[in-house]
């Protein structure tokens, strides 16, 4: 009785090997790996840039001091311009040393403002107005979060009906009467220009004069889609 359990055993044992040998044969059999993208130039609605003020002294205490008013004056000119988004960026004081002898000459304390808007016009004349103390780094544009998973999401649509296309193109190709899908991933990629480097000698003005507010071309972002998986032709 108990030789008739064991071969019992055995068998059972032999035909569930059998039956996951044949189903990993199956999931491995006409598959057939297809991509397609889908892709779309959308206008930049977002404005970003970097300001700073860079000053030295001997004392740091008056370094700190000087550097601090200018920054307070500056949040204060940018409270005029609510729809502007303003935050302060990184700061730092650090020793300069004389090249010839190596010695401490002076303390230099560096200090940024950040700028992000929709209203471009806005965040022009605010650049204008801070120019007068700070100088100006950087500006680029770029597609905002919203409307870049808007995009997304319509364009997760498109690359999925063309991996559709492609998979019933490649079905018929192979006289199958049709597929099974397998695996299917969603990437996403943005294409982000690089910000506009402003040369510190043309973006330094006194204190006594403003900069006229610069008329900006935000420029459009390349927003891709790619649909990658596999298929079983049946």
């Known amino acids: 009785m108990r030789s008739l359990a064991l071969s019992v055993l055995v068998l059972t044992g ?22 397609a993208d889908a892709s779309r130039q ?21 370094l700190s001091s000087q ?23 990184a700061q730092s004081t650090y020793p300069v040393y004389d090249n010839d002898t190596t010695k401490f000459k002076e303390w230099r304390g560096r200090a940024e403002i950040r700028l992000e808007s929709k209203d471009f016009k806005a965040t022009s004349q605010l650049i204008s107005e801070l120019q007068q103390n700070f100088q100006t780094e950087s500006i680029n544009f770029t597609v905002s979060d919203e409307q870049r998973k808007k995009v997304e999401n319509e364009l997760m649509i498109e690359a999925s009906k063309g991996f559709q296309q492609r998979a019933q193109m490649v079905s018929q190709a192979w006289n199958k009467s049709g597929y099974n899908l397998v695996n299917l991933n969603l990437n996403t990629s943005n294409y982000v220009p690089q910000p506009i480097m402003m040369r510190a000698s043309l973006a330094k003005f006194s204190n006594a004069e403003a900069a006229p507010a610069q008329d900006v071309a935000a420029g459009e972002s390349k927003i891709t889609v790619n649909a990658n998986g596999s298929i079983q032709l049946k």
């Open 14 to 35: 032999a035909l569930t090997s059998y039956a996951s040998a044949a189903e990993n044969e199956t999931l491995n059999y006409n598959l057939i790996n297809i991509q």
């Open 67 to 89: 550097i601090t008013q200018l920054m307070n004056q500056g949040m204060a000119i940018a409270k005029k311009y609510p729809q502007v988004k303003v935050e302060t960026g």
């Open 42 to 62: 959308v206008s930049n609605d977002e404005m970003h840039a970097v300001l700073y003020i860079e000053k030295s002294n001997k004392q740091p205490a008056a």
